[in-house]
């Protein structure tokens, strides 16, 4: 799910690959990038947000991560403020134009990943204990475990600073700017006013119970 520190998963992930042996990482990549490297015999480490069909005509395990929804929001709110900082705009999306333009794409892409997904970690979680996480990763694929205590989003973010696009145009897209830092938990509760609250749980108030995140 998107601002919910998947880039810092995919780079847990890459490295448990890597330091096997037995594969690589190739990051955010297009359509056309995945179908070339997973023809290959090798374990190939991709990471995505959106659901790409595609993948299923290849034997792959899908690992996702999952983070209470009502801090998505705020996180995309930050995403976009910054972005139009970066871009020197004066316009902002407000928190109930976000929830109304993207909740729904997020829950649907959600939805058709879990289907095909072998694993959810939530944020939450991985924060806490990288190594932990990464471990029931390896232990899935039959692969040595390796740290990863030394990876954090600051770090991943760190990697986008020399960038003068906001988007960069690669194939890989991991050194954009979109990357932020890590911005605690439950912000919600003292930025989100009730309204905001009740448009979010009329369209994901159920999501929110099956992933034990309480009101």
């Known amino acids: 799910m998107p601002r919910s520190g998947s880039t810092l998963h995919y780079q847990m992930v890459k490295a448990v690959i890597e330091s096997s042996g037995r594969g690589r990482g190739i990051g955010f990549a297009n359509s056309k990038c995945i179908n070339n490297a997973l023809k290959s015999n090798e374990f190939v480490a991709i990471k995505t947000e959106t659901y790409k069909p595609d993948l299923l005509n290849y034997d792959f395990i899908a690992v996702g991560i999952v983070r209470d929804f009502r801090d998505i929001i705020v996180s995309l709110r930050d995403f976009y403020d910054r972005r139009a900082e ?9 928190t109930k134009e976000i ?13 058709m990943w879990s ?16 190594q932990e996480e990464a471990d ?3 232990d899935a694929l039959e692969l040595p475990k390796c740290s990863v205590n030394h990876l954090t989003i600051e770090e991943a973010r760190a990697t986008g600073e020399s960038s003068t696009q906001w988007i960069d145009n690669d194939d890989t897209m991991l050194t954009a700017k979109h990357i932020g830092v890590y911005d605690g938990q439950s912000r919600w509760r003292e930025e989100l006013v009730q309204s905001d609250l009740e448009l979010i749980y009329l369209v994901a108030g159920e999501w929110l119970e099956q992933n034990g995140y309480s009101r």
């Open 136 to 138: 029931i990763f390896a």
């Open 115 to 130: 289907r095909a997904t072998n694993y959810w970690a939530c944020y939450e979680d991985v924060i806490e204990n990288k």
């Open 99 to 111: 929830i109304r333009d993207h909740a729904g794409v997020i829950l649907y892409d959600y939805f």
């Open 86 to 94: 970066f871009n020197h705009t004066v316009d902002r999306w407000t």
